[in-house]
C-alpha cells in the first residue's frame, strides 16, 4: 500500500476513524470555521459497518461543540454586562431567539448562522439542557439525512 492508500485503511478502523469524526464534529460546531460531513461521509464510505456508530459519534461531537459555544455565549454575555451594564434584548436577532427560546436550537446545523445561534443562546441565558436537546435532534437529523442521501446515491 502507497501513503494515501494507507492513510485511508487505517483512518477507517474504528479506534481511529471514530475518535477523528468525534473530534472533527466537536471543532467544527465551535465559531472555528470547519465542516464535518467530509469525515462522516468519508469514514461511512470507507467501512460501511461504522455507519450507525459514526452517525452517533458526529452528533454527540457536534452537540458538544454547540454546548460548547453556548458557554461561550453565556460568559461572554456575562462579560458585556458588567462592563456596560446593559440589556441586549433589543437585538432583533436576540427578540427572535427569546420568542422562540431553546427550539431555536434545532437550527444549530445551518452552515453559517447555526454555531453563532448557539452562542447567541447561550448570551440569552436560554436554559442549557434544553438547548442541548434540540441542538442534538437537529445535528442528529442532519447527519442522518446526510449518509442516507450517500448511501442512496452510491447504491
Not at 477523528?20 to 460546531?29: C, D, E, H, T, Y
Not at 470547519?34 to 452517525?55: D, Q, R
Not at 448562522?113 to 441565558?125: E, T
Request: aromatic content about 10%; charged content about 10%; proline content about 7%.
Amino acid at each position: 500500500m502507497h501513503g494515501l492508500e494507507w492513510l485511508l485503511a487505517v483512518l477507517s478502523l474504528p479506534k481511529l476513524g471514530l475518535p477523528a469524526v468525534f473530534l472533527i464534529a466537536l471543532v467544527s460546531a465551535t465559531l472555528l470555521p470547519l465542516g464535518s460531513e467530509p469525515a462522516v461521509l468519508a469514514l461511512i464510505k470507507l467501512n460501511p459497518t461504522l455507519f450507525w456508530p459514526t452517525l452517533a459519534v458526529a452528533t454527540l461531537g457536534n452537540t458538544m461543540g454547540g454546548a460548547i459555544t453556548w458557554a461561550m455565549g453565556y460568559g461572554a454575555e456575562k462579560v458585556y454586562e458588567e462592563a456596560r451594564h446593559k440589556d441586549a434584548s433589543h437585538v432583533r436577532a436576540s427578540a427572535w431567539l427569546r420568542r422562540f427560546g431553546p427550539k431555536a436550537c434545532l437550527l444549530a446545523w445551518l452552515p453559517v448562522v447555526g454555531d453563532p445561534l448557539c452562542a447567541v443562546a447561550g448570551w440569552l441565558r436560554l436554559p442549557f439542557w434544553p438547548c442541548v436537546g434540540y441542538m442534538a435532534v437537529g445535528k442528529g437529523l442532519r447527519y442522518w439525512s446526510l449518509a442516507a442521501a450517500m448511501v442512496w446515491a452510491l447504491s
